[in-house]
């Protein structure tokens, strides 16, 4: 028995006992979709083109993932009687008060320097004392606010020892205006912004001659992307390394493109790119072989969500137009949609229907 007989061995198709067991379970037209899958795949497919499992951890053949293994699965918390859904459950009013009156009963009235109360633990104890809170009052009527319009509700605690006096309420920050332009061009909050993953590749100190004399400044050249299939590259130059910096990062976020990725991966096939005299190859690869390039375009790929590329550059290797070219050959990758509907042809991905299949 040669090694595919050995493996397709594994893959009988379901007994009559079996079937009457998932029977019980399912309903007929599930039943139907199940005998029409086990129909649909063959045995000598899984076998020739399936990924076969040997470690320790595989999962069985009939497992439906019903139990618990305590090796492979993460230990599940123990549900509440009260809430079989193990749900977070706000605290009473009861508990809330419980909780309170335990934290302070915990805290050293005293200061352990003078011996004399905490003027902040005094204030605090009259707060609570005070009939006119939700603590203790009984009485409805109890809850009627009587004090001046001026008095503050709570007392105003500050640090011992600190004797200015601090304002509650928080300063407004000033936006940047800057910021609001590009979330307003770009339609990003502040906070997608800030996840953005942005870092400067290139920084240099440039001079131009003028009759004047000679006039220096800064540039930066930036990629930005989101780690999700997006990418972007800017340039700026200033007068003030602070103004470079800012004019690439708000470039590269503005200019940011969805980037083609195979299997939220790698690149589709092999792509060229060239600008000046840099000219560069980007190749797919296979799950595991992670980012074999050089930094420039290990920070481009990782900035865009691509885990699994191999790069070559052929001619220059400046750095500016390497970040360049490599941006232009991600861009122009063909997709195979785009490859079948050129050749009037329909696109087919036999790979995704076999549930172990190989990845490449």
Known sequence: MGLIEERMARFQPYTEQEKATLAAKYTPEQMEAIEAGEASISAQDLATQGAMRDDEHKLPYLSD????????????????????????????????????????????????????????????????????????????????????????LLPKLTPEGDTSSRSTKPEAEEEDPHMVRLMQQTGLTKQQIRRLRVKALVSRRVTNQTRMGKISSSYYLTVAGDGKGSLGIGEGKAAQDADARRQAMMGAVRNMKPIPRYEERTIFGEVLGKVGAVELRLSSRPPGFGLRCQHLIFEMARAAGIGDLSAKVLRSRNKMNVCKATFQALMRQRLPEDIARARGRKLVDVRKVYYGGKTH
């Open 65 to 152: 993932l019903s139990t618990i293994d305590p090796v492979i699965d993460h230990p599940v918390a123990p549900r509440s009687r009260l809430d079989p859904q193990n749900r977070p459950r706000p605290k009473s009013e009861h508990e809330i008060s419980t909780s309170l009156n335990t934290f302070l009963g915990n805290i050293d009235a005293n200061d352990p320097t003078t011996g004399q109360p905490r003027d902040a633990v005094v204030e605090l104890q009259k707060f609570l004392s005070d009939p006119r809170n939700l603590f203790n009052a009984d009485d409805p009527q109890a809850l009627i606010d009587e004090r001046p319009p001026n008095e503050p």
